[in-house]
């Protein structure tokens, strides 16, 4: 697993390695433009003219040092210098001597701009440019020069590396600086990032906006030991597959879970018909539906494998409810905010809460869970809120219920907040709930209220209707199936976010729920001969 770091955490470490190492940071500064310009050489072997934009700070100077060694290569290079180079003081300063200081060959181009010539130039005979303009010490909106640079920048049909963060993210979230409602960002194909990765680097834009990530950790082989706590820890698919329950080649379906998902109340059948679609086609024996009657039919013509049971009222709903004989239970999808949903919703928690039958609630679950935010949920419950959610039930108060009656939360954070604040926000609803908390968007967050892991990423393909009910239906699947809720929690998320991927393709709309619960399948599979 990857720790990810605060921006401060990472000065911290930095400070203790080179005190540590008996270095200065000058050192690390070398080291970070010297791998970078490895990275480089590596990724775009073909680029000789390189253009680095530097501005104030040491990312300007780690961009300096990789000038140094262009030119030392037999490069050409043209630096544009927002802050001009006789005002660097410290670092950056001794890197600026230090490029001086090499001889060149005659022929070699080495030119400097600053800020109003490179906007008046032609740069288009560049083959590489390199953004070392700002890194982590970005605070507030860019500055106009920046703005104006970045733009021209990212005009430019060439091959774009980062130095340790693309200008304009903030290291620590992952948003992005605007202007008038505009991204201003340095479009990176690939970022070196270097000592260890910043929590933002799993989140937000910056998964739009760094291309591939490449750690350089400048010999700090142990972020870990320097006494700063990660905030989170990223992982992928390979880390995880261990965790999908083993499938023996002999038993039956009572061998292999049975999952029970509960939703689709009147005209709102789709959500949990895909929610248990999921559960069947990613392993679950047997899979049952309880849904409002009136969308039984489309339940059952789109998938007679599953058990549909329908139900009109609540007192219908009472005689369905034996729930000892499920393993997982995933509620919520479509349920609808009627007062039937409401009689359900407190039935089914309460019933649950005397078993230790694990609970995944979606969608109107959570609704209601934010009305009723003191019934305790069954043991290791799993809450999959979107930002939108994440606020409901972040907002919501005991005194909802009891002091005031069904009345809406008075919202005090609202959805900027959650996407600023991805892992505190899943920390403390999961502390809140007593709960697993996945937290979904770009970068899925999911929290037991102590440890945070970020998992999958971000695709535009990710942004239609029903993905969110498959991942309920997966999650709940792979509990019944035998997983611990924590295990499936991580491992259906990045099943979830690989067979988007895949199912998506080159495509970046249109792409369906019940595409990707194909995919999901498929992925299962996969893993399966893997790890058998
Ligand atoms: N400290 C260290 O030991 C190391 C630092 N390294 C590099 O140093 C970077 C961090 O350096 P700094 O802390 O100097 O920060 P930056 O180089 O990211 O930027 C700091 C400068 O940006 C200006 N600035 C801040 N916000 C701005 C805004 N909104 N618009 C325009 N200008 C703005 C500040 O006035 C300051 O001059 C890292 O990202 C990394 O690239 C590497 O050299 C590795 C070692
Ligand atoms: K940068």
């Given at each position: 697993?990857?720790?990810l770091?605060?921006?401060?955490?990472?000065?911290?470490?930095?400070?203790?390695f080179?005190?540590?190492?008996?270095?200065?940071?000058?050192?690390?500064?070398?080291?970070?433009?010297?791998?970078?310009?490895?990275?480089?050489?590596?990724?775009?072997?073909?680029?000789?003219?390189w253009l680095?934009?530097?501005?104030?700070?040491?990312?300007?100077?780690d961009?300096l040092?990789?000038?140094?060694?262009?030119?030392?290569a037999?490069?050409?290079?043209?630096l544009?210098?927002?802050?001009?180079?006789?005002?660097?003081?410290?670092d950056?300063?001794?890197?600026?001597?230090?490029?001086?200081?090499?001889k060149?060959d005659?022929?070699?181009?080495?030119?400097i701009?600053?800020?109003?010539?490179a906007?008046?130039?032609?740069?288009?005979?560049?083959?590489?440019?390199?953004?070392?303009?700002?890194?982590t010490?970005v605070?507030?909106?860019?500055?106009?020069?920046?703005c104006?640079?970045?733009?021209?920048?990212?005009?430019?049909?060439?091959p774009?590396?980062?130095?340790?963060?693309?200008?304009?993210?903030?290291?620590?979230?992952?948003?992005?600086s605007?202007?008038?409602?505009?991204d201003?960002?340095?479009?990176?194909?690939?970022t070196v990032?270097?000592v260890?990765?910043?929590t933002?680097?799993r989140?937000?834009?910056a998964?739009q906006y760094?291309?591939?990530?490449?750690?350089?950790?400048l010999?700090v082989?142990h972020?870990?030991s320097?006494g700063?706590?990660?905030?989170?820890?990223?992982?992928?698919?390979?880390?995880?597959?261990?965790?999908?329950p083993?499938?023996?080649?002999?038993?039956?379906?009572?061998?292999?879970?049975?999952a029970?998902?509960?939703?689709?109340?009147?005209?709102?059948?789709?959500a949990?018909?895909?929610?248990?679609?999921?559960?069947?086609k990613?392993?679950?024996?047997?899979?049952s539906?309880?849904?409002?009657?009136?969308?039984?039919?489309?339940?059952?013509?789109?998938?007679?494998?599953?058990?549909?049971?329908?139900?009109?009222s609540?007192?219908?709903?009472?005689e369905?409810?034996?729930?000892?004989?499920?393993?997982a239970?995933?509620f919520?999808?479509?349920?609808g905010?009627?007062?039937?949903a409401?009689?359900?919703?407190?039935?089914?928690?309460?019933k649950?809460q005397?078993?230790?039958?694990p609970?995944?609630?979606?969608?109107d679950g959570l609704?209601?869970?934010a009305?009723?935010?003191s019934?305790?949920?069954?043991?290791?419950?799993v809450?999959t809120?979107?930002?939108?959610?994440?606020?409901?039930?972040?907002n919501?108060?005991?005194?909802?219920?009891?002091?005031t009656g069904?009345?809406e939360?008075?919202?005090s954070?609202?959805?900027?907040?959650?996407?600023?604040?991805?892992?505190k926000?899943?920390?403390?609803?999961?502390?809140?709930?007593?709960?697993?908390?996945?937290?979904k968007?770009?970068?899925?967050?999911?929290?037991d209220?102590?440890?945070?892991?970020?998992?999958?990423?971000?695709?535009?393909?990710m942004?239609?209707?029903?993905l969110?009910?498959?991942?309920?239906?997966?999650?709940?699947s792979?509990?019944?199936?035998?997983?611990?809720?924590?295990?499936?929690?991580?491992?259906?998320?990045?099943?979830?976010?690989?067979a988007a991927?895949?199912?998506a393709?080159?495509?970046?709309?249109?792409?369906t729920a019940?595409?990707?619960?194909e995919?999901?399948?498929?992925?299962?599979?996969?893993l399966?001969?893997?790890?058998?």
């Open positions: 697993m990857q720790p770091f605060s921006v401060d955490s990472i000065k911290k470490i930095e400070r203790n080179a005190k540590q190492e008996g270095i200065e940071l000058y050192e690390l500064m070398q080291r970070a433009g010297a791998s970078a310009f490895e990275q480089a050489r590596r990724l775009w072997p073909q680029a000789g003219h680095i934009a530097t501005g104030a700070g040491n990312n300007a100077g961009g040092v990789v000038a140094r060694h262009a030119l030392l037999g490069f050409d290079v043209t544009v210098a927002i802050k001009p180079y006789r005002e660097f003081r410290g950056p300063e001794k890197a600026w001597q230090e490029l001086l200081s090499i060149k005659s022929h070699q181009r080495f030119d701009l600053g800020l109003e010539q906007l008046d130039t032609d740069l288009s005979s560049a083959d590489l440019v390199v953004d070392a303009l700002l890194g010490g605070k507030g909106a860019l500055k106009d020069e920046y104006q640079i970045l733009e021209r920048l990212n005009q430019l049909s060439r774009k590396l980062a130095l340790d963060i693309p200008t304009g993210i903030y290291a620590d979230s992952g948003l992005c605007t202007k008038n409602g505009k201003t960002v340095f479009q990176a194909d690939a990032s270097f260890a990765l910043k933002g680097q989140l937000n834009q998964l760094q291309g591939e990530l490449i750690l350089e950790t010999g082989r972020a870990l320097f700063e706590e990660p905030e989170a820890y990223g992982c992928n698919l390979q880390q995880l597959k261990e965790k999908l083993t499938r023996h080649d002999v038993g039956s379906k009572f061998d292999c879970g049975h029970l998902l509960i939703g689709g109340g009147a005209h709102l059948g789709g949990v018909i895909l929610a248990a679609s999921a559960a069947l990613s392993g679950a024996g047997m899979v539906g309880w849904i409002h009657h009136s969308q039984q039919a489309a339940g059952l013509s789109v998938c007679p494998e599953i058990m549909w049971r329908g139900y009109n609540h007192s219908d709903f009472q369905l409810a034996d729930l000892s004989r499920y393993q239970v995933g919520g999808p479509g349920l905010r009627d007062s039937t409401e009689q359900i919703f407190l039935d089914v928690i309460t649950l005397a078993t230790d039958i609970c995944v609630l979606d969608a609704y209601w869970l009305k009723y935010t019934v305790p949920l069954p043991v290791q419950s809450l809120p979107h930002a939108g959610e994440a606020c409901r039930l972040l919501a108060q005991e005194e909802d219920v009891f002091s069904r009345i939360p008075q919202l954070v609202d959805t900027a907040y959650v996407t600023q604040n991805r892992i926000v899943a920390q403390t609803l999961a502390k809140k709930y007593s709960a697993i908390c996945v937290l968007g770009a970068g899925t967050v999911i929290s209220g102590e440890q945070a892991l970020v998992l999958a990423g971000a695709h535009p393909a942004m239609t209707a029903g969110g009910d498959a991942l309920t239906g997966l999650i709940t792979f509990i019944a199936q035998g997983a611990k809720p924590w295990d499936a929690a991580l491992l259906a998320t990045e099943i979830h976010y690989e991927l895949s199912v393709a080159n495509r970046r709309r249109g792409v019940s595409e990707v619960i995919g999901c399948s498929i992925l299962v599979n996969q399966d001969q893997v790890i058998n």
